[in-house]
């Protein structure tokens, strides 16, 4: 079934570590995103990519990393988690519409 | 780039009852408004959407309507059930980038 699959659901890590979150979609878009997001609060753009071999910075600035080596996957990376980075990471991608399909999301708590 | 702020922050109705929740937007070449919905512990999921060609849609209990001059647009729910209990968030589209900004988010709960 075509989706969009995010692991892990759920991430309990140490501070100083190093994480990927994963993002991969099975619908063939082209355009992909990260938002961050506390329970039931807003959703901040952090990273976004319309295809392979671009990325940008969205309007919550961050200091995780994204790659787009593939049009299916786009994976998250932070080089060493701290506490304030506990959130939800929610990751969206969309077709030539303006629909976003949102993953599941993955719960991060950095102790 | 692009402002939404979104009101009310909680809402509270009785089952049966109409709920509006209002935005408005910086941008005035936005062209392009979703409303998400988000229940407790799921992913947003688009509800309904409008373009700035347009003044009103309606999806069965659901509409938006927009009013480009003023710079806002509200999503209106009718007859209210429980299962409408959860976060809805609007978005606009704005020019910087082609992307989606959200507002905070609303609160809704329907009380049987």
């Known amino acids: 079934e075509a989706d969009i699959y995010q692991t892990p659901r759920y991430l309990v890590i140490g501070t100083g570590k190093k994480i990927t979150l994963e993002c991969s979609q099975t619908m063939g878009h082209d355009k992909m995103y990260w938002y961050q997001q506390d329970p039931g609060m807003e959703l901040h753009l952090i990273h976004y990519s319309y295809g392979v071999n671009s990325t940008e910075k969205g309007d919550l600035s961050s200091e995780s990393t994204v790659s787009r080596i593939r049009t299916e996957h786009f994976p998250l990376t932070l080089e060493s988690a701290r506490p304030s980075h506990t959130s939800q990471y929610l990751c969206?991608?969309?077709?030539?519409?303006?629909?976003?399909?949102f993953g599941s999301g993955t719960q991060l708590s950095v102790l | 780039g692009e402002n939404v702020e979104q009101h009310p922050s909680t809402l509270s109705v009785q089952e049966g009852d109409s709920a509006v929740i209002k935005c408005t937007y910086s941008?005035?070449?936005?062209?392009?408004f979703p409303w998400y919905k988000q229940e407790l512990g799921k992913r947003p999921q688009l509800i309904i959407d409008?373009?700035?060609?347009?003044g009103e849609k309606k999806d069965q209990r659901i509409a938006v309507t927009l009013n480009k001059t003023a710079k806002h647009f509200s999503l209106h729910i009718t007859e209210t059930q429980p299962e409408d209990s959860a976060v809805y968030f609007c978005?606009?589209?704005?020019?910087?980038?082609?992307?989606?900004?959200f507002g905070g988010g609303t609160r809704v709960l329907v009380k049987p």
């Open positions: 941008d005035s070449a936005s062209n392009y």
């Open positions: 978005a606009a589209r704005g020019t910087a980038g082609n992307k989606l900004t």
């Open positions: 969206a991608s969309s077709d030539g519409g303006e629909k976003l399909f």
């Open positions: 409008i373009r700035s060609n347009v």
